[in-house]
């Protein structure tokens, strides 16, 4: 304001009270807002920290579950190591798994999807799952099966929360926060990988979106079930990279290229076990024949070409990969064994042979092209398994959880190289595609990774005949 100061005195008295009218209904209407933003933020926060307690309790309980799995495993796993006759056990374990699961499992057998649709769509899951994996997967190990571990985690990790949420009356929003959590406290209590497991629990359900609002309940979920199972006595041990190379164009170049073999490999894996599948489903009507033939095939694999290594989780693969002393047919032997093992039926997961499958094809890549064999294992460990499963960001979290952030741009680079390469495949068909990879599947939006496949073999077989 300016002019002279009787001027200025005289603008004051004349619009001086319109002026402090408007600046107290200003005041007035601010006030309002602020108690009412204070009231919705209460609120929230009243919600939240039910949520929260009961992220704590389902974590607790999924850390004190991940703590007697991977004992169970150890347990089964030196017992099978030391008396190959147990090899032996592979029908009966999967002819029992196939009879109590067709006959008492619900909708058990669906596995991880099922855990995949209660997130989305609230759907319960009934306890007897927990069980029921946990039981059938530590027999596949003690058998010889070759399998993994995270996915008996996951479905312990969400009959848990689905229970919880149903006893205390947990719906929408709520729910699936909690959903999530569990399956957080799965990944990060088995894997100890506190960090990758909070990222699992928001990106496994979903192609192409994080879901932000589960964020706090997943990461305190992740820490929480990594510290119980690790205060029960479960320790982990990582490889270690003996050197990272300097970042120039050579080097990059390799990694990219490297990158699209570990998405190829993923899409590989996933495409086995469900042509492995398809053809028991197809040609063999009874369940149980089904069952029988498919053990008795892989045991005959195991035992004509001695393949007795590669049972089981078969850690010794990564290991021998970080050394560079693993070639092509380590690959082979290992996707072969795991693909027969998980397509005739037997419980467990798939992340802990896509390590082995990924290291060893990262350290024969490293042999051949003169760069730091662990360097390179380690890529293809993460790289394998980020693209099989459809979880970039997770990916990268992973890394820095196992080999800290010193070559954390390389595996960013294959984090997203080998995602995009895998397409819309991957080892859950229950996994909603929310943004495409690319333009090229923008007609996926929407779509099960399921539904998808299902129309891109239609398209296929419509372009056959259209030549035909």
Partial sequence: MS?????????????????????????????????????????????????????????????????????????????????????????????????????????????????????????????????????????????GGSAGREGTAVQIGGTIASNVATLFHLD????????LAGISAAF???????????????????????????????????????????TLGTTHAFNTIASVPAMEPATVALVVAAAVAFGLMARLFSLSIR???????????????????????????????????????SEWLVTAGFEGSTGPADVVAKLACTALTLGAGYQGGEVTPLFGIGAALGGWIGQISGVEPSFMAALGMVGVFGAALNVPITTIMLSVDMFGGQAAAYFVIVAFISYLVAGHRGVYPAQRIVTPKRRSLEVDQGDTVEAALERHREDAATSEDAKA
């Avoid at 929408?172 to 959903?179: A, K, T």
């Avoid at 042509?275 to 197809?282: E, L, M, N, P, Q």
């Fill in 188 to 230: 990060g209590g088995v894997f100890g990988t506190p960090l990758a497991g909070a990222f699992f629990g928001m990106e496994m359900c979903t192609i192409g979106k994080l879901n932000y609002s589960a964020g706090l309940y997943c990461l305190i979920a992740s820490f929480v079930g990594d510290l119980t199972a690790r």
């Fill in 275 to 313: 042509t492995v599948k398809r053809i028991y489903a197809s040609r063999i009507k009874n369940y149980l024949v089904a069952a029988l033939v498919g053990s008795l095939v892989l045991l005959s694999v195991y035992a004509a070409c001695g393949l007795y290594r590669y049972g089981g989780l």
């Fill in 3 to 143: 002019g002279r100061p009787e001027d200025i005195q005289r603008k004051l008295r004349r619009h001086g009270t319109g002026f402090v009218n408007t600046l107290g209904l200003e005041l007035a209407h601010t006030e309002r807002m602020l108690a009412s933003d204070a009231m919705r933020d209460l609120g929230n926060m009243r919600a939240s920290l039910r949520t929260v307690c009961l992220t704590v309790l389902v974590s607790a309980l999924m850390g004190a579950a991940a703590w007697a799995f991977l004992a169970a495993l150890d347990l089964v796993t030196g017992a099978r190591e030391n008396h190959l006759w147990m090899f032996a056990l592979l029908p009966v374990v999967n002819l029992a798994t196939a009879w109590v699961y067709r006959n008492h499992g619900l909708r058990a057998a669906r596995g991880n999807n099922l855990v995949i649709d209660s997130s989305i769509t609230g759907t319960p899951i009934h306890a007897r799952m927990a069980a029921l994996t946990f039981v059938c997967s530590v027999a596949t190990h003690a058998a």
């Fill in 172 to 179: 929408g929003r709520e729910r699936q926060d909690l959903m």
